[in-house]
């Protein structure tokens, strides 16, 4: 049975990555991942907004040595992230040597600027890729091609420091995400991660406040990254990966017939703990055997646009199929 599979160039043993998260903080929790077959991890996110805070600091405190040059220990503004800049790429340093398989660093940030540097810094700490993650909403109603554009002046940015191979975690509001898949893999992205998770706001009706919420292992998300994942197969120059709603064995296999080359779990990392990845690759060698699949890549796409035995399932005439062939339920609707 082989499970090999490959993502942003490299070779992995299987499919199975560990998505960005805080997991990648402990090098202790990364070894277990790593014991139980994990084949590559994201490290959680430096952000633009760190980095920029810190270089602010560096430079009041710069301001402050020349006017008192006693008070060198001055920092304009703590930073409360986990790990700063300087403890991340001692992180990854970390990592690398505790860890056989690929870390991939991940930058966070929305627009061009100094904070791109800290992909290099990154690559010089060691790290085998990274990803480049830009959250952003365009909550003020921005035109679609100034995103977009400002998508691929980023990515630019950060590809031209760099040796390694760079992955763009998408967001999946683009109004042609293939397309916008495409232009990122022309500009130098080596893979594309469908999607970013949106986290969105609660709206408390009674305390009439906006709240974080961040719930664990939404499924219902991987739907939506299958769609995609099968249109991009065979359309994009590049490596694709799953990142939402990866619980089980059975989605891998859904992730993999769509056209992904591998699957990030994270959600499903964080709550089941390291055994989980075992038992996943367990299940997955167990399936592939009794449907007599010897690789990986051999269904790899098997269900996607380009190659599924029925395109149409993915087209508007089943879109109003299924309108038409819904069954009520209620006995309300039906009596
Ligand atoms: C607690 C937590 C922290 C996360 N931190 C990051 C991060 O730093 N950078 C990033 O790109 N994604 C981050 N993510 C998003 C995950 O990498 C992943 O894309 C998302 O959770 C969807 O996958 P899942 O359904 O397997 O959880 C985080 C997710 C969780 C739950």
């Known amino acids: 049975m ?14 199975i990555v560990a998505g960005a998260s805080p997991l990648s903080a402990s090098v202790d929790r990364c070894r277990r991942l790593e014991d139980e077959g994990i084949a590559a991890l994201v490290m959680h996110s430096l952000f633009m907004e760190q980095i920029a805070r810190e270089e602010a600091a560096l430079a009041a405190l710069d301001a402050h040595r020349h006017a ?3 008070a060198s220990s001055y920092l304009a503004e ?5 790990l700063g800049p300087d403890e991340y790429l001692e992180q990854v340093r970390k ?10 660093g991940s930058l966070n940030g929305t627009a061009t600027g100094q904070w791109t540097h800290h992909a290099k810094l990154i690559e010089d700490a060691g790290a ?23 998508h691929l002046e980023v990515l630019e940015a950060v590809r031209s420091e760099l040796s390694i191979p760079v992955a763009v975690k998408l967001n999946f509001f683009f109004t042609s995400p293939v397309y916008m898949a495409k232009r990122l893999a022309s500009t130098g992205a080596s893979g594309l991660v469908f999607f970013n998770r949106l986290f969105h706001p609660h709206l408390d009706v009674t305390e009439l ?27 994009v120059d590049a490596d694709l990966a799953v990142s939402g709603g990866v619980v089980d064995s059975e989605d891998v296999l859904r992730c993999l017939m769509a056209g992904a080359n591998c699957v990030q779990m994270t959600s499903a990392l964080l709550s089941k703990g390291p055994g989980h990845v075992r038992d996943t690759l367990f299940q997955l060698r ?28 993915y087209e508007r005439a089943n879109y109003m199929r299924t309108l038409n062939t819904w069954e009520p339920g209620g006995a309300w609707y039906t009596g």
């Open 2 to 15: 082989n499970l090999d599979s490959r993502w942003l160039g490299l070779s992995l043993p299987n499919p």
């Open 68 to 70: 008192h040059p006693e």
């Open 78 to 82: 703590p930073i409360d992230f986990a």
């Open 95 to 104: 990592l690398k040597t505790a860890l056989s398989v690929p870390v991939i």
């Open 128 to 150: 085998d890729g990274l990803e480049l993650n830009m959250y952003y909403l365009p909550l003020g109603g921005e035109p679609p091609a100034e995103v977009e554009q400002r």
């Open 209 to 235: 406040e906006v709240r974080p919420d961040l719930e664990l292992r939404r499924r219902s998300s991987l739907s939506l990254r299958l769609l995609w994942v099968a249109a991009a197969f065979g359309n």
């Open 286 to 313: 167990q399936w592939m055997e009794e449907n007599e699949y010897e690789s990986v890549e051999q269904m790899r796409g098997s269900l996607s646009v380009a190659r599924s035995p029925d395109p149409e399932a």
